[in-house]
């Protein structure tokens, strides 16, 4: 077909991800369509196949906050310098980094504005106003919303100046009621993680060097990614009372005494689209969980100029549509290219009906985690595609955790965990005194960093692996994204 | 109770609308908790109540969206000074009301970038990179965000700095098909807000004067608030090739020739929250329809202290949970201090049960919109909540288009016309020459400005209401929020 100007039309070959991992995800983020690169440094543009694995994600974690409470709002997107200076800490952390809106039309502004590179400050300012009493108690406030941060390197889903994200603020009368709430946001994250998008994830608590800006302790849940890397998948964070003081945010107890709020906030971003391409894709592509694939299943029709092979082909897709999101593609293009071109999308399961399946009443279906094949009686088809999706969540997540585990090691001296860290790639347990010395070090002498302290501590051995003083914590370390 | 710190837990009185209108509106979006104001100048906080509703919309817009073939992405929120100016029409309709980013970090930045006012240019950047050939054609993508504007003036969802919206962006390969797109999404509007918002729009064209900045033609849909005032309340623009051309948006088509495609535009946006609260409300607060209200049906016990209310209750609950978003109020505040808070937030329907309704099998179904009460068998009780819910929407439908019928006048002379402006609240059509000159004698004349060329003509006279030469066009003329 005269038609040169038609580029990215054929399937073409990827990066092998062994050759060249970095390669390997730049290629499959735009081969897949995911994102495309915008006009904006370090802006990407979410394409419609990118943003309806969002899309799933936002819902299924929507439903989550909802079961357990919590009610959508929206903040504005700037806030006025003066505001987000109230916490001194937070404001250390975050104004390094943010874009500065210095003009409205043609008039330059009297206090300069930030976009939002998260929002406390904008919740602490409203819940000072709301909260009166502690019948006004807790708020469980979440938004869905996109934030700007001015990195200076950028890549698609893992650090980009503009991501989208939800951010949960919540503010309870008493510490225990708010240390709870840190954690079962915590748990709700770990759960969709590993049930949704079959991500093995560890939790644990980060030490105070890598805590949120503003927060008394974060909690994480951590992956690991396909090179031995760490992704930061979600973070929840107790604030205590701190930002209550800087914002005023008091309430009347029951004993008509003021009292501070105690808050939290818990947030996860279009980064975990990231960790999704980086523990399960291969060289064919993307490997989707079926909870998010925007094509859960894809029928191909095997030689589809025969008679009755497209009408039983969009008969299997009718019966399919009312329970899964399911694609025929009757274009004119070989089988052999639809093949390549779904794999590459990651679509979990693919569907061939030919004139053959038809005369015994059957189709192939073949998994795109291990590419296994089986036969299906068309009579039963509803339910094997259900048996065939969730053997591919599970699949996945045991293959995910297997590879982690493989590359959990164990240090018990510093030598051992410096030659660990440099050339086996994964997450290395050792001991910590708990100062922050040690942890600068160890970061300075290897680059890997304090993943967190999980909550299944173990004894590795007693002494500091950087220091041999007395150990406090085991913590997991890693290089990460 | 001592808690004399806990202000708005009362019902209080709310400013009657033929009082003050302005004030009745404030009173209402406060005292409902829709919104609040936010420490940003201009910008409004979306509350749990208010965010639910344009979670509704978005819901029954996007369904919509998705069911004509339109696919969802996200662009960045900023645009480069460059990019903006790439559309001269466009660029001058809008660089007056943008906020400027000038610093990210600490350091200048070596181009300004603005923060969407709208992603006309954003979409066209991008579709001039993916569109190559006829078969990466139609492309209709649509985005749900805020966008900022840098008015002056504000008010909560009418006009602020801040508003949440989505824009739908398409291309096509002809003329005939882009004006198709225009149309039928303007019917998509016109079909949702009077069959979920219950609000009778009129449909029509946008003179030239009134057209959006850079478009060949903008349609409308024009709805009519409780004191005559128009509120513009979707627009769809057909942008002809004029974008293409600024973009070099090109494609090859079957005969291998470059073509420009032709696009659209057309948005909705938290502005019909405005159009809801100011069609449908009442001095006793918001009358939502049930399509959109957050809750659907308030269940009030009465002497709900008496053996086995709160259980029947409860059980009532359950039963219509399946079906409808229902709350149970058992809190122990008096039931007249229900109703009155349920009708302020405009609850559809209110159910009462007490003891003696149990003894008869039955409770009581009180409508939001007329009062009118219904005695209910509980053995009916799914069955007759949906029938009074449907009632609900029709008879706000009908109410709300008597109310706007009653309000439309024709005008064959100017000083009629002038009187009507100025006297009867309301829209007046008269004929109109085409010629600006005369639109904006009627604007400095009366305030007026012409709202549409409705699609319905009528031969009101046959000369311009202005100028008495030959007219060519019926205009519905009116004052605007």
């Not at 039309?105 to 106003?129: I, M, N, Q, W």
């Not at 971003?269 to 060289?283: C, F, K, N, Q």
Request: glycine letters at 6%; aromatic letters at 10%; one cysteine or more.
């Amino acid at each position: 077909m005269a038609d040169n100007k038609n580029k990215g039309k054929q399937v073409e070959a990827i990066t092998s991800m062994d050759q060249d991992f970095a390669q390997w995800y730049t290629d499959v983020v735009l081969r897949s369509e995911l994102v495309d690169y915008s006009y904006v440094r370090g802006c990407m543009i979410l394409r419609p196949y990118g943003y309806a694995i969002w899309e799933n994600i936002q819902h299924g974690l929507d439903k989550m906050f909802k079961e357990t409470g919590h009610e959508n709002v929206a903040m504005p997107m700037f806030i006025p310098e003066s505001l987000l200076q109230k916490e001194k800490d937070h404001v250390e952390g975050f104004a390094p980094e943010v874009a500065w809106v210095t003009h409205g039309g043609t008039e330059p502004l009297a206090e300069k504005l930030c976009v939002r590179p998260t929002s406390e400050t904008l919740f602490c300012d409203h819940y000072s106003k709301i909260i009166q009493s502690y019948r006004d108690l807790p708020k469980k406030y979440n938004q869905w919303c996109s934030v700007v941060r001015w990195e200076k390197t950028t890549r698609p889903f893992l650090r980009s100046v503009e991501f989208w994200w939800q951010e949960g603020h919540t503010a309870h009368a008493t510490a225990e009621e708010a240390q709870e709430e840190t954690l079962q946001m915590l748990d709700v994250y770990a759960k969709f993680f590993e049930e949704k998008l079959a991500i093995p994830v560890i939790k644990g608590r980060k030490t105070d060097k890598e805590k949120f800006a503003g927060a008394e302790a974060t909690y994480t849940i951590e992956a690991m990614m396909h090179d031995g890397k760490a992704l930061q998948s979600g973070t929840s964070h107790n604030f205590g009372d701190g930002f209550a003081k800087a914002f005023d945010i008091q309430y009347t107890d029951k004993e008509n005494k003021l009292q501070y709020v105690h808050q939290t906030s818990w947030g996860v971003s279009t980064r975990s689209i990231g960790a999704l391409i980086m523990v399960h894709g291969d060289d064919n592509g993307l490997v989707l969980p079926p909870f998010v694939a925007p094509i859960q299943v894809v029928i191909v029709p095997i030689a589809a100029h025969k008679p009755g092979v497209l009408d039983k082909a969009n008969e299997m897709k009718q019966t399919l549509a009312e329970k899964f999101r399911v694609k025929l593609d009757d274009s004119d293009k070989m089988p052999g290219w639809k093949f390549a071109e779904y794999e590459m999308k990651g679509v979990p399961l693919r569907i061939e009906i030919g004139p053959r399946d038809m005369e015994n009443n059957q189709c192939v279906c073949v998994r795109r985690d291990n590419g296994e094949k089986t036969i299906v009686n068309l009579d039963n088809l509803e339910a094997e595609v259900e048996r065939l999706l969730q053997a591919v969540r599970d699949g996945m997540y045991q293959k995910a955790l297997e590879s982690r585990e493989s590359r959990i090691y164990s240090a018990v001296d510093y030598d051992e965990f410096k030659d660990m860290i440099a050339n086996k790639p994964g997450f290395v347990k050792a001991m910590w005194c708990g100062d922050e010395a040690c942890e600068l070090k160890i970061k300075e002498d290897t680059t890997a960093t304090s993943r967190c302290m999980p909550f299944e501590q173990e004894e590795i051995s007693g002494t500091c692996i950087c220091c041999g003083k007395p150990a406090k914590k085991m913590v997991v370390w890693g290089k990460a994204y």
